[in-house]
């Protein structure tokens, strides 16, 4: 608001794997193993990865930022 921008960082920490694993997502998600999980993202059902994605945990950080620019 008022042209202040306003911007947030969500982070997925994880490993790259060797071999592609899964056929859900795209992109690195059959490469990429979240730290404290032993399935890449592409073998999770999708709102399990949704859960802890780094798009999901920007969205978390971003919410009130949001709920209090559209309260004006």
Do not use: M, W
Not at 4 to 24: D, F, H, L, T, Y
Not at 60 to 66: E, F, H, N, W
Request: hydrophobic share 30%; glycine share 10%; net charge positive.
């Amino acid at each position: 608001a008022n042209g202040v921008e306003r911007v947030v960082e969500g982070k997925c920490s994880g490993k790259i794997v060797r071999q592609p694993r899964g056929s859900n997502g795209f992109g690195y998600d059959p490469l990429f193993l979240p730290v404290g999980h032993t399935q890449t993202f592409a073998e999770l059902p999708p709102d399990s990865k949704n859960e802890i994605s780094h798009r999901a945990k920007a969205l978390d950080l971003i919410r009130p930022v949001l709920r209090e620019y559209f309260k004006k």
